[in-house]
């Protein structure tokens, strides 16, 4: 009879070979990476605006300090413990397969949102390499130029890029992982810090920074308490199995808490910065501070064109965008690459690439559906791109941070152990996963998917 090989995964202690570890610096230089995206870019600033500006930060800061930080320490707690994808990791600290159904949730979530992430981190590129380039300048209709591209085949183009450059960076494990994420990590906070400071100089910054930072505590309103906790939430980069998945590669030795609340401050920072870049440029040119791709594509590259050397400042921008793309699709493709590793008992490089080649073709509907290349990829008011955008955010994310906190709060009773918390830490944390973070989340859950509405 062929003897079955043992299930193995990278995060695990391998007889006569070497686990695969994050550095202390390494794990939360990653983690960040995967928590600073293209939401907090383009969303945040308007929303903090939306709601009463400094108001609505602070409010932010308390959802990450309730809900954020301590769903994204009971991950990290679960993926250590686990040494496995969210699916093993969680059969394995319960002892009960049905949960190996539930981790999984989130492993489709990481790989659905990977699949449409890379179409929008290939824009991101194409536009840092048309804006260096001084094609982005050539014209002034910036929204006809915008969705001339999308509308055509060229994203498919830069979505296979994306993918290959993550795919070649995930084949190497964690230290490969970990090399990334120390060079573009301290490269998009220069980036982020000289940005900042070139458009504080422009005339009328001022305002923007007054919209952005202002207090207006009148704007405070239920909507905008679950704006503030799904942002916290999603910022995170939660409920989709990337923290628990990069939990296997953290050493036993390292603090959770002061990584969680590591990884919670570079998020946090990540928005302010943003917000400071965002708003004095639109304010400066008279231009709407909305959110989404139009304010990144449509409405900042008029401000650059009309800015000296507009080029050089324009094409940072884009590379700072390109940056946290690629950071998140590292962390998000690393996670079904793991889950292939332990369910199949594949290598890392066959698990990479067959997840690379089925994430990116998954993802071509997406890339071709958004500007109508395939018009015929559009069901009620949403593209095919918005329907699995719509289903892994605001469906698929919330079941998976819901199933965390039940997980750590009434099912594993050694959470407390393998977390490093004193009693009085261990109990307000468990208060928080068993009683507030669920009844939050579910509210959160209910406000995006549009059944609550204000």
């Keep these: 009879m062929e003897q079955k090989k043992p299930l193995v995964h ?9 686990a695969e570890r994050f550095s202390r610096s390494g794990f939360i230089l990653a983690a960040i990476g995967s928590s600073v995206g293209l939401g907090n870019m383009w969303k945040f600033p ?32 679960i993926g250590r413990a686990g040494r496995g994808s969210p699916a093993v990791s969680l059969v394995r600290l319960s002892g009960k397969k049905i949960w190996g159904g539930f981790g999984l949730l989130s492993i489709l979530g990481a790989f659905f949102i990977m699949s449409f992430y890379a179409v929008v981190a290939g824009w991101t590129l194409h536009y ?27 994203p498919l183009v830069w979505q296979f890029i994306v993918m290959t450059v993550t795919g070649w960076i995930v084949i190497r494990g964690a230290s490969g992982i970990e090399k990334f994420n120390k060079v573009l990590i301290p490269a998009l906070v220069v980036i982020l810090l000289f940005l900042m400071v070139r458009v504080l100089m422009l005339d009328g910054a001022g305002a923007g920074v007054e919209f952005f930072l202002k207090p207006d505590f009148s704007k405070l309103t239920n909507e905008s308490v679950l704006v503030a906790l799904g942002h916290a939430f999603f910022s995170l980069s939660l409920g989709m199995g990337t923290m628990l998945t ?16 590591a990884v919670g401050g570079g ?30 594509f449509i409405a900042l590259p008029a401000a650059f064109s009309a800015m000296p050397a507009g080029w050089l400042f ?3 921008f884009f590379i700072l965008l390109a940056i946290a793309a690629l950071t998140s699709c590292v962390s998000l493709l690393e996670v079904p690459v793991a889950y292939s590793m332990d369910r199949w008992n594949w290598g890392r ?10 994430c990116f ?17 559009h069901w009620g008011l949403r593209s095919f791109f918005d329907w699995t955008d719509f289903i892994a955010s605001n469906i698929i994310l919330p079941l998976g941070g819901l199933i965390v906190t039940i997980f750590v709060g009434y099912v594993w009773r050694e959470a407390g152990k393998e977390a490093g918390l004193t009693a009085g830490w261990f109990t307000i944390w468990l208060f928080i996963l068993r009683y507030i973070a669920p009844v939050l989340i579910v509210l959160v859950f209910l406000h995006t998917s549009g059944i609550l509405k204000f």
Excluded: H, N, W
Excluded at 10 to 18: D, L, P, R
Excluded at 138 to 154: C, L, P, Y
Excluded at 274 to 279: E, K, P, S, T, Y
Excluded at 349 to 358: F, G, M, Y
């Design 267 to 296: 998020d946090l920072l990540y928005a302010l910065l943003a917000g400071l870049i965002i708003f004095p440029t639109t304010f400066a040119f008279g231009i709407e501070p909305g959110q989404g791709p139009g304010l990144a």
């Design 128 to 154: 840092a390499v048309l804006t260096f380039g001084g094609g982005l300048g050539k014209g002034t209709d910036f929204e006809g130029a915008f969705f001339d591209f999308i509308g055509g085949f060229q």
């Design 349 to 358: 490089p066959k698990a990479t690439i067959v997840t690379t080649v089925l």
């Design 314 to 316: 324009g094409g940072l």
């Design 46 to 77: 308007y929303i903090t605006g939306l709601y009463g500006g400094a108001a609505f930060f602070l409010l932010f800061v308390i959802c990450l300090l309730v809900i954020g930080i301590p769903v994204l320490m009971a991950e990290m707690t």
């Design 246 to 261: 990069y939990g296997a590669y953290v050493d036993r030795q390292q603090s959770l808490g002061a990584a969680s609340l």
């Design 361 to 377: 073709l998954v993802g071509i509907p997406s890339a071709i559906s958004v500007g109508g290349a395939v018009g015929g990829l």
């Design 10 to 18: 990278s995060g695990e202690e391998v007889a006569g070979g070497k």
